[in-house]
């Protein structure tokens, strides 16, 4: 019996059209927003998609823990796995560093909007231009 319009196939993607779809939001947040701890949260989402796009393809049907034995032929790999336990932990260092940033622009400029920094750093011949 086959399925209609080639649903399995749909369904057996879905990780990556999430993954693709957060990719594409973090981007978006990154790039549009003023605010710089908005800027983080899109990072926070973007790197997220990085994490799905390497685990989805490490788990595979059927296969058991990389432990030999006769019983079993087909093994997941580890590798995707041990590399998303370093990323994370990247990941959250690089949040703390651009938290601790933002922090320190707030206290040098008063405001965490990109727009009102590049316009407090203009200085006062940039309002003359208008």
Known sequence: MSSPAGLPGLLGHFSYFVTVFLLVAGLFI?????????????LGVFQTSVYLLYI???KLVGGTPP????????????????LIL???????????LGLALVVRIHDAYGTIEEDEILLQEAGPSADEDR
């Open 30 to 42: 990154v790039i549009a927003r003023g605010n710089l701890i908005k800027k983080l949260v899109g």
């Open 56 to 58: 989805a393809p490490g």
């Open 67 to 82: 432990i030999i034995s006769d019983a079993y032929t087909v093994y997941s790999n580890p590798l995707p796995h041990v």
């Open 86 to 96: 370093t990323a994370i932990v990247v990941g959250v260092a690089t949040l703390a």
